[in-house]
């Protein structure tokens, strides 16, 4: 079974990374621009974390009284023994784990990415193939448009004017996709004039 896709806005809430090695930094990195309050425990910890802002640090083990805090999910990035140890209290505790490149410990996760301001595209192949996960995903990353959050943004008001403008949700749906697959293939916004061509064929 794959893993169920599952976007969730973590700006502000606490995520508990208990390690402070090579693979604590690639996942601070992942996730500082969705804005979480990282909260970084481990008695060994890189220069360059250390040199993180908005990172909060301490340098211990990590203890059950760490999850006291209610941390959104947690991050285990030590060796195979502490993470067992860390997942085993955070289960009790209901919280999400994830043990890096131990999936048989995790209960989720992390996807390759492609993140900008306004969108985020993610591909997983449930831990068979990270691999593979990454080519797909520059194949994908190919596809969008180097002003994405622009384009979202003027989607979003041409959404609002459809729904004004087109009682029928149905008709609003099939126009809507029809805009957002002729910008993918212009690979930029659309004119008055071509918004007005797929209205009247709408």
């Given at each position: 079974?794959?893993?169920?896709?599952?976007?969730?806005?973590?700006?502000?809430?606490?995520?508990?990374?208990?390690?402070?090695?090579?693979?604590?930094?690639?996942?601070?990195?992942?996730?500082t621009p969705f804005r979480a309050s990282l909260?970084?425990?481990?008695?060994?910890?890189?220069?360059?974390?250390?040199?993180?802002?908005?990172?909060?640090?301490?340098?211990?083990?990590?203890?059950?009284?760490?999850?006291?805090?209610?941390?959104?999910?947690?991050?285990?990035?030590?060796?195979?023994?502490?993470?067992?140890?860390?997942?085993?209290?955070?289960?009790?505790?209901?919280?999400?784990?994830?043990?890096?490149?131990?999936?048989?410990?995790?209960?989720?996760?992390?996807?390759?990415?492609?993140?900008?301001?306004?969108?985020?595209?993610?591909?997983?192949?449930?831990?068979?193939?990270?691999?593979?996960?990454?080519?797909l995903k520059k194949r994908i990353q190919e596809?969008?448009?180097?002003?994405?959050?622009?384009?979202?943004?003027?989607?979003?008001?041409?959404?609002?004017?459809?729904?004004?403008?087109?009682?029928?949700?149905?008709?609003?749906?099939?126009?809507?996709?029809?805009?957002?697959?002729?910008?993918?293939?212009?690979?930029?916004?659309?004119?008055?004039?071509?918004?007005?061509?797929?209205?009247?064929?709408?």
């Open positions: 079974m794959s893993y169920f896709p599952m976007f969730m806005d973590i700006q502000g809430r606490e995520v508990l990374i208990c390690g402070g090695g090579i693979h604590a930094l690639e996942k601070i990195e992942r996730l909260h970084v425990v481990s008695s060994h910890i890189l220069p360059q974390i250390e040199k993180m802002d908005g990172v909060r640090i301490e340098n211990r083990c990590f203890a059950e009284e760490d999850l006291d805090s209610l941390p959104v999910f947690v991050i285990a990035a030590e060796e195979r023994s502490e993470n067992e140890r860390i997942a085993g209290i955070c289960r009790t505790r209901h919280i999400p784990v994830n043990a890096v490149d131990m999936q048989d410990i995790c209960d989720f996760i992390f996807p390759a990415m492609i993140p900008s301001g306004r969108m985020c595209a993610a591909v997983s192949t449930g831990g068979l193939s990270p691999a593979f996960a990454v080519e596809c969008i448009p180097d002003d994405i959050d622009d384009i979202l943004l003027w989607m979003n008001g041409v959404r609002e004017q459809i729904r004004s403008r087109i009682p029928d949700k149905e008709k609003q749906k099939n126009i809507l996709r029809c805009i957002a697959k002729e910008t993918l293939v212009r690979g930029r916004r659309l004119t008055k004039e071509e918004l007005e061509g797929i209205y009247k064929a709408g």
